[in-house]
């Protein structure tokens, strides 16, 4: 009995320094996120274009969005018109340190959508499912303090929208 008391302390004391450096580098991750998603945070405003339909031109628009940083969490929330359009724009995301990988959800001009996708350096590569509208790719990227975004049909790869928004 004794020895199986030290053999099961040992067997959990050898798993526990096992998984320990896992933990750590899945709060690290989860760490380095938060940080980087801190930078979307505030206001921002700025122009693009979005195409209504497949082999349309594209309109123009404005847009002001907000961004809200929550741990390894981000909302971006606002509104892009031009012309006689006008939309509410919205965006979560969660990061999951498990997986490394980000799940959300997005909702403009009716349309609602999930979002799942990754990180790659400065850019949050994420894939589109809607009913709708399948087959999409939304891009969030920070370059030199700006905020791009742009969505892409992944049949044809053409651009549905981009947006450059500089912060306020």
């Given at each position: 009995m004794?020895?199986?008391?030290?053999?099961?302390?040992?067997?959990?004391?050898?798993?526990?320094?096992?998984?320990?450096?896992?933990?750590?580098?899945?709060?690290?991750?989860?760490?380095?996120?938060?940080?980087?998603?801190?930078?979307?945070?505030g206001g921002?405003?700025?122009?693009?274009?979005?195409?209504?339909?497949p082999?349309?031109?594209?309109?123009?628009?404005?847009?002001?969005?907000?961004?809200?940083?929550?741990g390894?969490?981000l909302?971006?929330?606002?509104?892009?018109?031009?012309?006689?359009?006008?939309?509410?724009?919205?965006?979560?995301?969660a990061?999951?340190?498990?997986?490394?990988?980000?799940?959300?959800?997005?909702?403009?001009?009716?349309?609602?959508?999930?979002?799942?996708?990754?990180?790659?350096?400065?850019e949050?590569?994420?894939?589109?499912?809607?009913?709708?509208?399948?087959?999409?790719?939304?891009?969030?990227?920070?370059?030199?303090?700006?905020?791009?975004?742009?969505?892409?049909?992944?049949?044809?790869?053409?651009?549905?929208?981009?947006?450059?928004?500089?912060?306020?």
């Open positions: 004794r020895m199986n008391r030290r053999l099961s302390a040992r067997a959990v004391l050898c798993v526990s320094l096992l998984t320990f450096p896992f933990a750590a580098m899945a709060a690290a991750s989860a760490t380095g996120e938060a940080v980087y998603l801190n930078r979307f945070d921002w405003t700025g122009e693009g274009a979005v195409r209504l339909a082999g349309t031109p594209p309109v123009s628009v404005s847009c002001s969005l907000t961004g809200s940083a929550a390894a969490a909302t971006l929330t606002g509104r892009c018109g031009g012309g006689l359009i006008g939309s509410s724009v919205s965006a979560r995301l990061y999951d340190a498990a997986s490394h990988a980000y799940r959300g959800s997005w909702s403009a001009g009716g349309s609602n959508a999930t979002l799942a996708g990754r990180r790659h350096g400065e949050i590569a994420l894939d589109v499912a809607a009913a709708d509208e399948p087959g999409r790719h939304l891009t969030l990227a920070l370059d030199q303090g700006r905020l791009h975004l742009s969505m892409t049909r992944s049949d044809d790869h053409a651009e549905v929208l981009r947006l450059a928004l500089v912060k306020n």
